[in-house]
């Protein structure tokens, strides 16, 4: 209030990260894991979405497709074609955890980029939850699976010998900073789009700059659609690429 | 307790440092995000598991049963359409060689009637003609036996005109010899 009081040139404020701040949803108390805040408003709204395209949208059971049925055909098609073409067709059991990673993160992602949304998938604290899950599902599979022959993933069988246990240590690595790059590259794409056309959308304010700004959001928002689509397919395919991993552990 | 306390204090300082910078660091919240998150992840899970995807996979297995089976019944009909031609186009070449048969019979038929009819017609044509003639000789005949009878009677008549008798057998004689002549 006070630095919007000092005229035209110092009413630039930019609060690109305010659209991220999870608040309770009635009254101003703190959040504790219970309270009912936007998070749980807008995952609630992902959860309908979901429930109106999968299963409203299949209700007819039409031999010949209505539109609706048509787009929940295409996404189960889309998933599953994924999951059988990178996993195998043994993972097709497998396909209603990753239908459910996938939903959950395009229908937050696209719900996201509605103005005065809040973007669920923005949140290290999600993405981070949801790469942990795929990580232990996977880890636990591969052992339950294949028991030791798990760690043959990590033993670079066509190296030569010496090099194995150098090679055997990157592959650890590698393998527990799976989670990491998988959490923060989706969290990381949702923020830093939203946070750019939040800063453009702050040039806005002066009249002479407002029009490219207002191109540029344009633009922006343009290309946050199809991040938010790309995002949920690579993460959804990492998925079925680890799985891979944990169902055929052949390096 | 003195844990929590602990805990409850580098909440506050993450609170501050959020604040400034990403409220994503803000960890005060993230049980609030990770309970609602698990909430919304069952939700979904068992939307799609018991009632979206299979109701979905029954579909398009449907749809792809409905193809195969439009696939092959148009196949059938294909056939089916193929051996209705050749039926046809056999019945027809039958039909057109029994057309034939049959213009052929009726041919032969009205070519024997007629010929019947003509050697029939010959047959009385040619009696007719056999009785005409000897009713025309028996005219004739008639004719000449009447012609001598008048000459002899005018012979006999103008004999007798002439002053003169002469006894018949002459006369006849006479008039015989004269015909002939």
Redesign the interface.
């Known amino acids: 209030m006070a630095t919007e009081a000092h005229g035209s040139e110092s009413s630039l404020v930019f609060h690109p990260?305010?659209q991220?701040?999870?608040t309770p949803l009635f009254g101003d108390g703190?959040?504790?894991?219970?309270?009912i805040?936007n998070?749980?408003l807008w995952?609630?709204i992902?959860?309908v979405g979901?429930?109106l395209l999968?299963?409203v949208g299949?209700r007819g059971?039409?031999?010949v497709?209505s539109k609706g049925?048509s787009i929940?055909?295409l996404t189960?098609?889309f998933v599953y074609k994924m999951l059988e073409e990178v996993t195998g067709k043994d993972a097709v059991k497998y396909?209603?955890?990753v239908?459910?990673l996938f939903?959950?993160i395009v229908f937050s992602n696209m719900l996201g980029l509605l103005p005065l949304s809040f973007t669920?998938t923005?949140?290290?604290?999600?993405t981070g939850?949801?790469a942990v899950?795929v990580f232990l599902f996977v880890t636990v599979l591969g052992f339950v699976k294949n028991g030791s022959k798990f760690l043959a993933l990590f033993w670079v069988s066509s190296a030569p010998m010496a090099v194995r246990p150098l090679l055997a240590v990157i592959e650890l690595i590698s393998y527990f900073v799976r989670p990491v790059s998988h959490s923060i590259r989706l969290?990381g794409n949702m923020?830093a789009g939203h946070a750019v056309i939040k800063v453009f959308a702050g040039f806005a304010a002066i009249a002479a700059i407002s029009p490219v700004s207002i191109l540029a959001i344009t633009a922006m928002y343009g290309l946050e659609i199809l991040v938010a689509f790309i995002q949920a397919y690579v993460f959804t395919i990492l998925t079925c690429v680890y799985l891979k991993d944990a169902l055929h552990p052949v390096h | 307790m003195a844990t929590q306390t602990h805990g409850a204090e580098v909440v506050d300082a993450a609170h501050g440092a959020a604040e400034a910078g990403m409220p994503q660091l803000d960890f005060a919240t993230f049980p609030n995000q990770i309970f609602w998150l698990l909430v919304t992840l069952v939700v979904i899970y068992f939307v799609l598991s018991k009632i979206a995807l299979p109701r979905i996979s029954a579909v398009l297995a449907e749809r792809s049963g409905t193809i195969m089976n439009d696939i092959a019944a148009a196949e059938e009909l294909k056939l089916k359409a193929k051996e209705a031609e050749e039926a046809y186009n056999a019945a027809l070449a039958e039909a057109k060689a029994q057309a034939q048969q049959i213009a052929n019979e009726t041919r032969a038929a009205i070519q024997a009637d007629l010929d019947a009819a003509t050697a029939k017609a010959d047959a009385e044509i040619s009696a007719k003609a056999a009785e005409s003639a000897k009713a025309i000789d028996e005219i004739r005949a008639g004719a000449m036996d009447s012609v001598k009878e008048v000459a002899k009677e005018t012979a006999k008549e103008l004999v007798a005109a002439l002053g003169t008798t002469a006894d018949a057998r002459s006369v006849t004689a006479a008039v015989t010899a004269r015909m002939k002549g």
């Open positions: 990260m305010d991220f701040k999870v703190p959040v504790h894991w219970y309270t805040t998070v749980t995952m609630a992902a959860v979901v429930i999968l299963v299949s059971r039409a031999v497709p049925q929940a055909e189960y098609g396909f209603p955890y239908m459910t939903i959950f669920t923005s949140h290290i604290a999600v939850v949801l899950l969290a923020m």
